[in-house]
């Protein structure tokens, strides 16, 4: 069936980048996304990967895409406060507007000092 | 453009009543989707709409019911509530796919309602 896996917490240095992993095991999966929890809001889209590349670029994100093993990765570089979260991998099947998305559990981000 | 809007944001049931989530959106979006989100179990789909006139189930529809009472609005209704459905709920809608281009099935979040059914 399908299923979007991820850790649920990861702890980095202000600074230091951070890599947030995710697997899932749908291989006819059209576009893969990383969404942004901050408290209490909704989710808010960050970035997002069609499933025929290898790797995007946006700033300060940099999403990689590893088809044959099914993982995606979402590395955050120079981590600031800010970047504080949870981020949830997700997966879609299809191309229409009625297409299926599957989430992840989530990854929590914390940032020390 | 207010995007995707959710009322109430917060909400205290007893076991057994009744209510309905509201959720608009003002993107002109054709599909609509109600999810609740349960710690360490991130989002699951409950009920989806994929256009005006249309309902669907998701993974967990049991307890629910939904309206898609025009292209804006879409609402999920709790007969009986039950502590199981306390939740946050997110209200999400997806823009119509244009003939020729290729758009991603990403979807929009209003800010959820959190329930406490009691």
């Known amino acids: 069936g399908e299923d979007v896996e991820q850790s649920l917490f990861l702890s980095v240095r202000e600074g230091d980048s951070s890599v947030i992993n995710c697997t899932y095991t749908?291989?006819?999966?059209?576009?893969l996304y990383w969404y942004k929890q901050e408290p209490g809001a909704g989710l808010q889209l960050l970035t997002y990967?069609?499933?025929?590349?290898d790797m995007k670029q946006d700033q300060r994100l940099t999403v990689l895409l590893n088809k044959k093993d099914k993982h995606l990765s979402l590395r955050i570089a120079d981590t600031q406060t800010g970047d504080s979260a949870i981020y949830f991998c997700?997966?879609?099947?299809?191309?229409?507007?009625?297409?299926?998305?599957?989430f992840g559990s989530g990854t929590r981000l914390s940032i020390r000092p | 453009n207010a995007g995707v809007t959710q009322t109430p944001k917060f909400q205290v049931l007893k076991t057994g009543q009744s209510m309905t989530l509201q959720c608009a959106q003002d993107?002109?979006?054709?599909?609509m989707y109600w999810y609740r989100q349960d710690p360490g179990m991130g989002l699951r789909l409950i009920y989806y709409s994929a256009s005006e006139g249309t309902t669907d189930k998701g993974e967990v529809p049991n307890g629910y019911n939904v309206s898609r009472l025009n292209k804006r609005e879409f609402s999920l209704r709790l007969e009986s509530a039950a502590p199981s459905q306390t939740s946050v709920y997110f209200c999400a809608s997806t823009p119509t796919l244009l003939a020729g281009e290729l758009l991603t099935a990403t979807q929009y979040f209003g800010p959820g309602t959190r329930l406490t059914v009691l």
């Open positions: 749908d291989s006819s999966s059209t576009y």
């Open positions: 997700a997966e879609s099947m299809g191309y229409s507007s009625a297409s299926k998305i599957i």
């Open positions: 993107m002109n979006h054709n599909s």
């Open positions: 990967i069609f499933s025929n590349m």
